[in-house]
């Protein structure tokens, strides 16, 4: 069964601080791994990672697709109260659907 | 320029109702898609369309739910005969193409009293 599976599932942390997410995944026809952002309902877009782009950074964001691991990182610096959300992580599958990992609630507190 | 939108935001309608829940996507957008998020889970993928037709419909539970998507742009979500557990969140996003990323709506929250 495909599964996309995230860790920690919450985390609590104070500003300033670097926290370092990961998403682990087992998907056939594996096409690209997305991170989101989800405050509220809508989840933002932060990142797409595919075998030919298995880095991105994005200011004090950053996140690493490590395809022999079939893992991903994200990896935040300088933590700002903003920051808190829920960070999804997702596995596109043939270009169709998303798998979706549960997601890390992360806290910053000031 | 302007976002995926979803109405109505908000939805509370009595066990055995119907309902019609909308998705407009970006302008330009090929692909669509519907995703159900339960609270404390992930989003879970319900149906997608390429254009006009459905080119994925193996996430919708049972044959309660349908969707359509007549003019390859805006696309209707309708549940039949609404139960408790078709309470959650109903997102709909869209994509530039299949296989790009997915930019998310606000959402409908539906709550089956």
């Known amino acids: 069964e495909d599964k996309v599976v995230q860790s920690p599932l919450s985390l609590v942390v104070h500003e300033g601080d670097t926290v370092t997410l990961n998403c682990s995944y087992e998907?056939?026809?594996?096409?690209?791994l997305l991170w989101y952002k989800q405050e509220k309902k809508a989840p933002t877009f932060l990142f797409m990672l595919?075998?030919?782009?298995i880095e991105k950074k994005s200011g004090r964001l950053s996140s690493i697709l490590d395809k022999k691991e079939l893992s991903s990182i994200l990896n935040i610096t300088a933590t700002q109260t903003g920051d808190s959300a829920i960070y999804l992580c997702?596995?596109?599958?043939?270009?169709?659907?998303?798998?979706f990992g549960k997601g890390t609630t992360l806290s910053v507190s000031s | 320029g302007a976002g995926v939108s979803q109405t109505p935001s908000n939805k509370v309608t009595e066990k055995g109702k119907y309902v019609e829940l909308r998705c407009d996507p970006i302008?330009?957008?090929?692909?669509l898609y519907w995703y159900r998020q339960s609270l404390g889970q992930g989003p879970e993928f319900l149906i997608y369309?390429?254009?006009?037709?459905?080119?994925?419909d193996s996430g919708l539970p049972n044959d309660r739910f349908f969707a359509v998507r007549p003019e390859g742009s805006v696309s209707t979500l309708k549940i039949q005969r609404t139960e408790r557990g078709d309470s959650a969140v109903y997102l709909c996003?869209?994509?530039?193409?299949?296989?790009?990323?997915?930019?998310f709506g606000p959402g409908t929250r539906l709550t089956v009293t």
């Open positions: 996003a869209s994509s530039p193409k299949v296989g790009g990323e997915q930019y």
């Open positions: 998907v056939t026809n594996f096409r690209s």
């Open positions: 595919t075998s030919s782009g």
């Open positions: 997702a596995v596109d599958q043939a270009g169709t659907a998303l798998i």
């Open positions: 302008s330009g957008h090929t692909a």
């Open positions: 369309f390429q254009g006009t037709g459905a080119a994925d």
